[in-house]
């Protein structure tokens, strides 16, 4: 069974760094496309990066193109998503996603963003 337990959401000041951590659980992580949502109070939840099983191909929207960057560390089974250059639009619960099947499928419990301006 896949697990996900994300890490690293915190209160920081616009212009601030953080880098959100998802370990997964389960022996064929390095198998699955992975990705980065996010879900601010009062609006649906919105993709936010992605990133393929070996790490050959990622996207992003394009509200943090060119400020966050998705990466994985497969041998660590280890999805990050360094976020640069915080915006007070850029808070909300931040959760990681494996697309074991055909979409994605498995989920974690979140973990909460706040930027301050």
């Known amino acids: 069974q896949v697990q996900l337990a994300e890490s690293g959401g915190g209160l920081v000041q616009a212009g601030g760094s953080l880098r959100l951590s998802c370990i997964i659980s389960?022996?064929?992580?390095?198998?699955?496309?992975m990705g980065w949502f996010r879900q601010a109070p009062g609006k649906e939840r919105e993709f936010v990066a992605f990133?393929?099983?070996?790490?050959?191909?990622?996207s992003y929207a394009d509200s943090v193109k060119g400020r966050f960057t998705i990466s994985r560390d497969n041998a660590q089974n280890t999805v990050y998503l360094q976020m640069n250059s915080l915006k007070p639009g850029d808070a909300a619960v931040y959760s990681c996603?494996?697309?074991?099947?055909?979409?994605?499928?498995?989920w974690g419990q979140g973990t909460q963003v706040t930027v301050s301006s």
């Open positions: 996603a494996a697309r074991t099947t055909g979409v994605f499928d498995v």
């Open positions: 990133i393929n099983w070996n790490g050959g191909i990622t």
């Open positions: 389960g022996r064929t992580f390095s198998t699955y496309d």
